[in-house]
């Protein structure tokens, strides 16, 4: 068996359920990243799990970390999540300078702005737009030019690790995560998610033994705008020669 380049593997989810998405083994894509990666290392082995200083609201701080000294805000990835949650007392308040009031779901019109929602991680502001944690959606019973506005958050209760946030899909679609297993440390960017498709032969397809594509189904049924067709990105990853961005090779720039 050839040993990986590096002992890293990397998540890209697209921004709609349609798109293509990815985990590789043994590297990442640069294409994938609209920004630098940012590491920051594990807090507490188990889970990917790592430390961050407080949130943002368009850019302005909240402070919801400070309580917790230095232990600060801890956070986990879990792709197997379809949410953002987080310890009630903390996302209460959250929730409400969102603009949500007290619950994650909403009628909301045209004159509702959502603010920027921004993690403080390594140093850097990690920015996600409205669109990134919330959906809009309108329903057959409501009047015109009134929707339905729901924030991707939910509140958890003690998960035997303390206060803890669990980003699931709406972090890991806005980001781009590298995980390096040996040097025990998360790295991420912004998601690229205009990435143009190249057609250069030496770049790996999904087919490639170092790329494994993700399906995404959404099964058809009632949801919050009404009764839904069935949604997936089965066809993207099935089209011939579909490639993902190019490669890098090991380089000090990653260390």
Request: hydrophobic letters at 35%.
């Amino acid at each position: 068996t050839p040993r990986l380049p590096r002992p890293v593997f990397a998540v890209y989810l697209g921004q709609h359920i349609e798109d293509a998405a990815e985990i590789t083994f043994g590297d990442y894509h640069d294409a994938r990243m609209a920004s630098e990666l940012t590491w920051v290392n594990v807090s507490q082995e188990g889970y990917w799990q790592f430390q961050f200083a407080d949130f943002l609201i368009d850019g302005r701080p909240t402070g919801l970390c400070k309580k917790y000294g230095k232990r600060k805000c801890q956070a986990v990835l879990d792709t197997g999540s379809s949410l953002m949650m987080g310890p009630q007392p903390d996302l209460d308040p959250l929730i409400r300078m969102l603009g949500f009031g007290n619950d994650t779901q909403m009628n909301c019109t045209d004159a509702n702005k959502f603010p920027k929602l921004s993690f403080l991680i390594g140093g850097k502001m990690m920015d996600m737009e409205p669109e990134d944690y919330m959906d809009r959606s309108h329903g057959p019973e409501q009047p015109k030019g009134v929707d339905n506005c729901w924030a991707h958050m939910m509140p958890i209760g003690d998960t035997g690790r303390g206060p803890i946030f669990v980003l699931g899909m709406p972090f890991l679609r806005a980001f781009y995560t590298v995980y390096d297993v040996h040097a025990k440390r998360i790295g991420i960017a912004r998601a690229n998610h205009g990435t143009a498709v190249s057609e250069n032969a030496d770049e790996p397809t999904v087919s490639s033994p170092a790329e494994v594509p993700l399906v995404a189904v959404r099964p058809g049924g009632d949801d919050l705008g009404g009764d839904s067709k069935r949604l997936s990105n089965e066809k993207t990853l099935s089209k011939p020669g579909v490639a993902v961005a190019k490669k890098t090779t090991p380089s000090a720039k990653h260390a």
